[in-house]
Structure formats: C-alpha cells, structure tokens
C-alpha cells in the first residue's frame, strides 16, 4: 500500500506553493528497515525494546469530583501534580500519587476545554466555551487577566517556554498569542490561514504547531514568518509531540493516529484499532518514546509499538468515551479522563 502525503509552504508574504514536496511513503514495509529508525544506542529502535509488562496499566487512583464530563487533564512540569477540567466549568487541583483533591477554581462561565500551567507552578492559563482564556494565579485562585478576542468556542492553550505568552486555537479558525506580561487584553498575534476548526495547539521555542479539522497540520516559524502545511486528508483534533521533538503525532477522525516528521512532513506510521470519530480525544507519545497511546470512544487504552504499529496493550479503563491522556514527563504513569466524570491515575 503506498500513501501520498503533501506538504507546501508559505512564506511570510503569503505566497502559496512556493515550494510543493510529494512523497510516497511505503507502508507495508516496517518502519525498523528506514535508516533513521535503525542501529546504535540512542536510535528509535533502541528505545522500543520494551513490552506491554513496562506500561502503566494498573489503576493506582480514581480522582472525582467533577459533576460531568471530564474533558482534559494535564501533568503540571515535574509531574507532582496535574490539573482537570471539564463540564461543571470547574478547575480541579490533585495530587493524582495519592488521589487527593488539593483545590477548585471557579470563574468560567460554560465548559472548560483546556488548561496549562507554567513551569514554575505560580499562574495557568484555561480556556472553554465562553469564548475567552482565563490567567490565574495558582496559590490565590485569582483571575489575573481574561484574554478576549476569539470569535466562538476555544479548544486549547499553551504556554510558550518562557512562560510569557499564551498561545491559543478556537473554532473561529485561528491561532491567537497573549501577552501575559501586557495589561492589554487583545492579541500579539493572529494566525488565521485554517479552512475550519483549529483543535489543538503544540509550541516550540520557535514554532507555534496546530491541527485542525481541515485536515492539515500547520507550522508557524515565528523568527522568519514562514508557514508549513501537512496535508493529511482527515479531520485533526489532536496533535502532541514526541519527546526528542522530530515527530508530531495527530489524532484523526477516521480512527487513525498518524506519525509525521517534522523535518520532512513524511508520513512515517499509522496507527489504529480504537474507534475516534465524533469526539476530540487527546493522544501522545510515553516519555520514552517507545510507544504511542490514546484513547477511544467505547472507554479504552490502546499502546502501540512506535515502529511496526502494533497493539502491545489495550484494556477497558472508563465507562464512556476518553476524552484525554496524559503521559508522566519521567516515570511509568499515565493520566486519563472521560466522559463518565473521573480522572484515573494509571501506573505499572
């Protein structure tokens, strides 16, 4: 089976098909047999030694609380603690290695989508239905600052790494940066190049990556305004990174992961066997690099080999759809939420 995968890119001054890159990329064939995937210590191939026994699939903690659906939840930096969110319009602190609920913030007016904290725990950043990204203070509870600017629902936020800028997606079809340090309330930035939803948001300390439902996976570089576009033919409502940051990895809605380099925008794998088709569910790479997870629809966990794509591991972890993953930066333990109103803590 062969796959045409497109990518062109714009520069700064808007030009389209500047450059246009074709490839068919051969499928069929295992992933292990390409150069970069093979040989050596510190190679692709080296990593994805282990089994499904290394994988977190022993539930350590229930974590509940939220009236309704839980629809993100998030490690803070070090993986001490994390942050949900959901329908209730609620924020919830935990402490998910001992399943202890810390504190609850409350502001928003309709559901909560997304939310991110900063490195060094003081402020996160939170956005939903009502339009608007929320700037806290994490000790106090106190909303420092609303951003307001999108034009309908916002589906994701992330923090730059200097912690100075909030980057968020919405269903108005744009990307828009926040100053956190301004008093202002408008956008540094505006991105809105997207042909539909934009569902989900990656940075880097030069790049702003975004998916969206119309089917591309979009590279902004901020030094020299230039844009990227990876066309995959499907719906994006989720992208992640993988941890040595060459591959961006996109959650379809025709229940199908898919594995880009970045470099090149090569479609380097597939995965599937979950059922995605109606619901933004995130996915993500474990933090070695070893295998890709995410969930599905009917309240499962697959893991998937990184290389050849296969099911290591898949099990029943909710009652109804998952709706987040998430993965510890350093040790075998995994976040889920789901539609059912829990966060369940996950460890070896």
């Not at 629902?153 to 828009?176: H, I, L, T």
């Not at 060459?246 to 470099?263: F, G, K």
């Amino acid at each position: 089976m062969f796959r045409f995968t497109g990518r062109y890119i714009l520069d700064r001054t808007g030009n389209s098909a500047l450059v246009w890159l074709g490839r068919c990329v051969r499928l069929c064939a295992p992933l292990r047999e390409a150069g970069r995937l093979r040989g050596g210590a510190g190679s692709w191939e080296s990593m994805t030694s282990g089994g499904a026994a290394e994988l977190p699939q022993q539930e350590a903690h229930v974590l509940k609380g939220h009236e309704g659906a839980v629809l993100a939840v998030r490690f803070n930096g070090d993986g001490n603690y994390c942050l949900s969110c959901g329908k209730d319009r609620t924020l919830r602190l935990w402490n998910p290695h001992r399943g202890i609920h810390i504190k609850t913030y409350k502001s928003h007016g309709r559901e909560i989508r997304d939310v991110h904290v900063t490195s060094d725990n003081a402020k996160l950043c939170s956005c939903g239905g009502d339009r608007q990204i929320f700037y806290w203070d994490v000790s106090t509870g106190r909303v420092i600052r609303k951003f307001r600017g999108h034009d309908s629902e916002v589906n994701a936020v992330k923090f730059n790494a200097y912690d100075s800028v909030v980057v968020s997606a919405g269903y108005d079809q744009s990307v828009r940066a926040w100053d956190c340090r301004s008093h202002s309330t408008e956008p540094i930035q505006i991105i809105n190049t997207f042909q539909d939803s934009v569902m989900s948001v990656c940075l880097t300390k030069t790049e702003i990556i975004a998916g969206s439902v119309d089917g591309t996976v979009r590279t902004f570089d901020i030094r020299i305004g230039r844009e990227i576009v990876d066309t995959l033919g499907q719906s994006v409502n989720c992208i992640s990174l993988s941890n040595d940051g060459n591959c961006v990895l996109a959650s379809c809605l025709d229940s199908t992961l898919r594995l880009l380099d970045r470099t090149t925008g090569e479609l380097l794998q597939e995965y599937k066997g979950h059922a995605c088709k109606s619901y933004k569910m995130d996915c993500c790479l474990t933090n070695t690099d070893a295998h890709v997870t995410g969930g599905s629809e009917d309240g499962s966990i697959f893991f998937w080999d990184l290389v050849d794509a296969s099911v290591v591991s898949s099990f029943k972890a909710h009652r109804s759809v998952v709706t987040s993953v998430n993965y510890h930066p350093k040790e075998c333990c995994m976040l889920t939420s789901s539609v059912d109103g829990t966060v369940r803590v996950w460890k070896q």
